[in-house]
């Protein structure tokens, strides 16, 4: 897949209008997938074209057509986007389970249930060679044996994404170095918008709810 499908693929439920005015409750774990992959798309994509416009200005749209540099956008686009959902799953996951009180175990499960929903829609055409070696395996070895109950509930719970997003994006490492301060406070206001979405729209309690009646998981059923 070229970057314009990959975007497309990204953006398909993500579209700009629907994921800032989208004000329905998030009672369920279907429902928190999904919020968790359209902010997570719309954050990696805004931020990082964000930069890469400001950066090269009105080289942008000749380099973007230039099929060697659009392949290293895609690529970057996937990482950033990975990231990106790392942390938002983490984070909402986290407000979940110091509201309805989910053991390890099912905070694991719900955690996986997000992050490997928004993978299989968002990569399922992504070629191969685009896509980081095993992102789940990375993503619950984040989270193996992590303190639910610790991970911070401001700016702190997305600084994975801040510095992914200077790591990954195409730009000399001069200018990332120049750039970095900016970048990463620009990724930080857009994270903000997201995080009081999340604290106004997700009912934890009926989430909670909501995955307990379905955990076990079936890899957790008795045998």
Known sequence: MNIKGFLSSLSEIAKPLSVRFDRSSI???ESLARFIHTRSSYIAQTALFGYLKARMGTQFRVLFEDETFSGAIHSSSVRVFLSCLSDLTVYCTASVVRTA???ADAARGLAKHCFQTACSQALAEVDADRI???PLGD???RIDGLDWQSVPDGTAA???SELDLVR???VVDTYKELD???VMN???FRWHDVREQARKRLDCAAIGADWKAQYPLPEKAAP
């Open 27 to 29: 009672e369920s774990a």
């Open 101 to 103: 009180g989910l053991d």
């Open 132 to 134: 980081p070696d095993d």
């Open 139 to 141: 993503f619950m070895r």
């Open 158 to 160: 997305f600084r994975n």
């Open 168 to 170: 990954h994006a195409p």
């Open 180 to 182: 970095q301060e900016i």
């Open 186 to 188: 620009s990724i930080r």
